[in-house]
């Protein structure tokens, strides 16, 4: 089975500096890997996936993702964040099923 | 309407009524969801149906009954509820991978549940 841990539950960033969100698996198969963001009273937003092919992904509204298959992680970053970032972003593995498993969220806050 | 719509965006109920909870998709997908998200904890995933049929019931207490008339509707009946069912239940709805899809779920805005 597979497993997701999100290690920041909270992180605070003044706005337009840079963020990390950090996201590692476990897993004994290949997987696909996902970011979504959820804002307040909202369903989840895909944010971005890695399905295959470059390691470097690109989404929405700026962020990016990197896959190190080496470190199982996924960590999600955006190189300056606006006040509309604040949100839950989750961090989500799928086995390639229909099966997904999701980590306990991040909350990110961008402080003016 | 595009997207995947839920109906109702809140709901308060008393452990003895009944209600259920409507979701729709209209993006052509053949695989839907229904998720509990409780604070701090995971999504749990609750029921999974591809193409009508449902493939995964994840220890889901009997109070709960999915129903899956179509492709694109998707319902989950609730009944006898306890509190600690109160939660924010999504809808999630996919091209279903063994048919040449990626998986990708596309999410609802969710029912929020509060149990009396």
């Known amino acids: 089975a597979q497993s997701v841990t999100q290690l920041d539950s909270q992180v605070p960033v003044f706005e337009e500096a840079p963020v990390e969100l950090r996201c590692n698996y476990s897993s004994s198969v290949s997987v696909y890997l996902f970011w979504y963001v959820q804002y307040p009273n909202q369903g989840l937003q895909l944010l971005l996936k890695?399905?295959?092919?470059?390691?470097l992904v690109k989404g929405i509204n700026g962020f990016e993702a990197e896959f190190n298959k080496s470190q199982t992680s996924f960590h999600l970053r955006k190189p300056s964040v606006h006040i509309s970032d604040t949100a839950e972003y989750f961090c989500?593995?799928?086995?390639?099923?229909?099966?997904?498993?999701f980590g306990t969220g991040t909350s990110l806050t961008v402080i003016p | 309407e595009t997207g995947v719509t839920q109906t109702p965006r809140h709901l308060v109920m008393g452990m003895t009524n009944k209600k259920s909870l409507k979701c729709e998709q209209h993006l052509g997908h053949n695989a839907m969801y229904w998720y509990k998200q409780s604070a701090k904890k995971p999504l749990e995933l609750m029921f999974v149906?591809?193409?009508?049929?449902?493939?995964e019931n994840n220890s889901v207490p009997s109070r709960f009954s999915p129903e899956c008339p179509n492709s694109s509707h998707l319902f989950l009946h609730l009944h006898t509820l306890q509190p600690e069912d109160s939660a924010l239940y999504l809808c999630?709805?996919?091209?279903?991978?063994?048919?040449?899809?990626?998986?990708?779920?596309?999410f609802g805005p969710g029912t929020r549940l509060t149990v009396l």
């Open positions: 149906y591809n193409f009508k049929e449902q493939t």
């Open positions: 890695y399905l295959s092919g470059s390691t």
């Open positions: 999630a709805s996919s091209q279903d991978p063994g048919s040449g899809g990626a998986g990708t779920q596309y």
């Open positions: 989500a593995v799928s086995d390639r099923g229909n099966q997904f498993y």
